[in-house]
């Protein structure tokens, strides 16, 4: 019986509905439960957006994630991984881009930011934009990080790979395979840095 | 059985579409606009010529569904929580009229105000119109309640309310289709062609027809599938828990157990059979409302002397704010569980207008004509251009509902301040600023109206604006001098001849109005992206 509490952090149009939604297709074709919850509206246009995704064996009650109880925070974005360490439970990680989204006049040192992301106990802290520049395009950086907190996601990693064939079916192989390759490089990151 | 995926909005339209609705009516609002969107894309409606395109407001949709329904078809008519002030006149009316077709109005409510002005309970219109509501507690209680809603407006012949909020609305999960799809209403008439006609003697007949329907849609409540009493053990205390708040409570329980008894309530009026079943029971009640506290209220009466009631009035649960699992378990005497506190460092990343909006640039022009006149003269309205209140614009001063910007400068030049600026969206000004221009024009009052015109509704995702390509002909059909309608080009390059054209006008002692045109970038976007697609 497996169970994840997933806190998914980026700001408006960096991609954490698409990688809710490669994690949601994974976990349903394994019969599992699934609840997601998403922002929309004034939240976006360049504001902090986040979705709490659930999943489980059982079936699961609330649409949100209570404090202190997320498994682990997957982030696009440094400062807003710890926007939302509250919901991290003792155990969780937190697996994020070292990239900032500096669209704010009052953005804090990165030194200082990236200083408290290491700090934490469990955390996985990767430049995902120069690791999606190498798998193809930097706009696969969203499929990096969930590449990167795959080893933690207690499913089989061909489970993504056939999430990711599905969920970009329409746009072509050549966009498939630089999703695949993302993931995979996010992926062989944790491994060697766990 | 396969389970489908869907928001809370797809479900209700999913719904609706499997239960012969013929069409579906409203103006976008977070967090409703997907319902009807997920209608208006959806294969199976355009083949069964199911209507689903915008109406002007959510007046004009309400009245349309109307209609629909007196023609005997089903019909869903969708909109935000504040929409339904737009929509109350025919809505509470729409009770003594009563429904022919199936006719469902859904209210999305944001507690929290996650993208809205007030955190305003649907729950009280439905008790004030006196009709049924229905509150779902997941996606797939919201996909069998429109079902049900649907045979139940037309068994009882009564507009039903539906009430869902932002996260129910938002949140995704699981939810299994029933088998069959039912087919469209034939053309029906009223049995009674005089049954819409509101006329006092008919409306007072009607009045106590609805009346007397209240102790049926209370016997169908008390046996409502979707009231449910669970018992528990532990009777030192009895919990009522409407809507999602229920999946909060069980959250906070090993197996979904609650020990107490519970009384998860879907369907309004009041089960009273199962509250008074509760109260005999238990030595108190907690009552958890994920809205403002109505059935608090009501059990705890004027003077509070008779039940022992806990919820969000003596402070158990805070006053005001959505709920969540953590706010219960403290209500519940558990232990809170939180993860590290946020480092000081981190800054809020409020919204803010995209680089490039045309707005930004109106807005620069604007405040420079300004800025030799004292403070506080804009007034705006309810947009993507709202956030010009916010740094570095800090150009509007007020925004309050849909229409206003036009009608509080008018009564603040009434005031005697002079010049007002009126600063306000294309789909906003057919919503609802149009009535307020033509009362400035007939009270010839010195104001200038700025209609931001970026072609499409942006804020809620970029639906096609009732606006386009009518602007100029609006306003002079409404009596605005052909001189005094101005179009502006809002961009840097065109900044000092935009300030001078606004100057002018705000030297004009009438109504003028400048309308700068230029479509919102993310709209353009949008529209190249699905060309490629086609090509
Ligand atoms: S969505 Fe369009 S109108 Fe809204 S802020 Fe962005 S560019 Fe401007």
Redesign the interface.
């Known amino acids: 019986m497996m169970k994840r509490d997933i806190i998914l952090a980026g ?2 149009g960096q991609g954490i509905i698409s990688i809710a939604s490669i994690i ?1 297709y994974a976990a ?1 074709e394994q019969g599992m ?16 957006v986040m979705s709490n995704l659930r999943i489980s064996h059982h ?6 994630i ?5 498994d682990m925070i997957i982030s696009i974005e440094p ?2 991984a ?2 939302y ?6 155990q ?1 990680w937190v697996i994020t881009n070292i990239r900032p989204f500096n ?7 990165i030194d ?2 990236l200083g ?1 992301i290491t700090r ?1 106990p469990h955390h996985i802290a990767l430049d995902a934009d120069a690791t999606a520049k190498e798998a193809g395009s930097t706009k696969a950086a969203n499929i990096v990080i969930l590449g990167a907190a795959a080893p933690f996601l207690g499913m089989a990693y061909h489970k993504l790979e056939d999430a990711i064939r599905f969920i970009f079916r329409t746009k072509g192989d050549k966009i498939i395979d630089l999703n695949l390759n993302a993931l995979k490089a996010g992926c062989d990151f944790t491994e060697k840095h766990m | 059985m396969q389970r489908l995926l869907l928001l809370g909005d797809e479900a209700i339209a999913q719904a609706a579409l499997d239960a012969g609705l013929s069409g579906i009516y409203a103006y976008p609002g977070t967090p409703s606009t997907e319902i009807t969107e997920f209608v208006q894309n959806s294969k199976f409606a355009s083949e069964n010529n199911i209507h689903s395109s915008w109406s002007a407001n959510e007046k004009t949709a309400m009245e349309s569904a109307l209609g629909m329904s007196y023609a005997g078809k089903r019909t869903m008519v969708c909109m935000k929580h504040v929409g339904l002030n737009v929509a109350a006149d025919p809505f509470i009316n729409s009770a003594i009229t009563g429904a022919n077709g199936g006719m469902i109005v859904v209210s999305a409510d944001d507690p929290s105000m996650h993208s809205s002005q007030n955190e305003q309970d649907s729950r009280f219109y439905g008790k004030f119109a006196l009709v049924p509501i229905l509150e779902p507690c997941d996606q797939q209680e919201a996909y069998d309640m429109v079902h049900y809603g649907f045979d139940f407006s037309e068994k009882f012949k009564v507009p039903v309310l539906m009430r869902i909020t932002t996260r129910m609305a938002h949140s995704r999960s699981g939810v299994i289709r029933k088998p069959d799809i039912r087919k469209q209403n034939e053309l029906k008439m009223p049995s009674d062609l005089r049954q819409f006609v509101l006329l006092p003697a008919i409306a007072k007949k009607r009045y106590k027809n609805l009346l007397g329907n209240h102790s049926v849609f209370i016997t169908e409540s008390e046996a409502s599938p979707f009231n449910r009493y669970i018992d528990g053990p532990d009777k030192s205390k009895g919990i009522i828990v409407c809507g999602i708040a229920f999946n909060y409570l069980l959250e906070n329980f090993e197996d979904r157990k609650v020990p107490n008894p519970v009384l998860k309530i879907g369907q309004y009026p009041l089960p009273r059979n199962l509250v008074e079943k509760m109260a005999d029971e238990c030595d108190e009640i907690l009552v958890i409302e994920d809205g403002y506290p109505i059935i608090e209220e009501l059990l705890k009466g004027l003077l509070g002397r008779g039940l022992k009631v806990k919820g969000r009035l003596d402070g158990t649960l805070p006053r005001d704010g959505e709920l969540n699992p953590n706010i219960l378990a403290v209500a519940l005497g558990k232990a809170d569980t939180f993860g590290l506190p946020v480092p000081e460092l981190v800054v809020g990343r409020p919204p803010s207008l995209c680089s490039g909006c045309p707005h930004i640039d109106s807005y620069y022009a604007l405040t420079e004509t300004l800025s030799d006149l004292s403070n506080g003269r804009v007034f705006s309205d309810i947009g993507c251009y709202t956030l010009g209140a916010l740094k570095p614009y800090e150009a509007i001063n007020s925004c309050v509902d849909m229409g206003a910007s036009i009608t509080m400068a008018k009564g603040a030049a009434d005031a005697g301040l002079i010049p007002s600026v009126a600063v306000i969206g294309d789909s906003t000004f057919t919503h609802s600023g149009m009535t307020g221009l033509l009362d400035a024009i007939n009270d010839k009052s010195p104001i200038t109206v700025m209609i931001l015109d970026n072609g499409t509704t942006a804020m809620t995702g970029g639906q096609e604006s009732p606006a386009f390509g009518k602007l100029e002909d609006i306003c002079r059909g409404l009596g605005v001098e052909e001189a005094h309608i101005r179009v502006l080009k809002p961009l840097k390059k065109y900044h000092d001849e935009n300030v001078a054209i606004i100057k002018e006008e705000l030297a004009y002692p009438g109504v003028s109005v400048i309308i700068p045109r230029r479509e919102c970038i993310v709209a353009i976007d949008k529209r190249i992206r699905a060309k490629f697609k086609n090509k």
């Open positions: 700001v408006g949601g349903l439960f699934l609840k997601q919850s998403e922002v929309h509206g004034m939240s976006q246009r360049g504001g902090d079936e699961i009650a609330s649409d949100l209570p404090f202190g109880q997320a400062l807003e710890l926007r360490l509250p919901y991290l439970s003792a969780g669209n704010i006049p009052n953005y804090p040192e200082q930011v408290e934490l």
